[in-house]
């Protein structure tokens, strides 16, 4: 069983920055791909970004890219989502989560993700 908490969340205005962390406790994550999805009211969870098990492929939606990056540190057990020039359509829970699948390149599907956390709230005042 993998565990995994969110942290970092709050408000923030337009324009700033925010730097997320998924905690992972448990089994390692090392071997698995770690992907950020979020989920604002009254809207379908969506995807926003992924990094690959090996930490050298990374992915992210059309609405973030170029100002959202994702790390991780296995040692640590941690990914981080760094958000920049965050706007109010960023408001929303976010999520990490593991993938279903050992060694993967990672997924923009939710169903390709077998354990998540709790989410963390993000709200981006204009």
């Known amino acids: 069983q993998v565990q995994l908490l969110e942290s970092g969340g709050g408000l923030v205005q337009a324009g700033g920055s925010l730097r997320l962390s998924c905690t992972a406790s448990?089994?390692?994550?090392?071997?698995?791909?770690i992907g950020w999805f979020r989920q604002a009211p009254g809207k379908e969870r969506e995807f926003v970004g992924v990094?690959?098990?090996?930490?050298?492929?990374?992915d992210y939606s059309e609405s973030v890219s170029g100002r959202f990056s994702i790390s991780r540190d296995d040692v640590k057990k941690m990914v981080y989502l760094q958000m920049n020039s965050l706007k109010p359509e960023d408001t929303a829970v976010y999520f990490c989560?593991?993938?279903?699948?050992?060694?993967?390149?990672?997924?923009?599907?939710?169903?390709?993700?077998?354990?998540w956390g709790q989410g963390t709230q993000v709200t981006v005042s204009s």
């Open positions: 989560a593991r993938s279903q699948n050992i060694w993967s390149p990672g997924s923009r599907l939710v169903a390709a993700y077998a354990y």
């Open positions: 990094i690959s098990s090996s930490g050298t492929i990374t």
């Open positions: 448990g089994r390692p994550i090392n071997d698995y791909a």
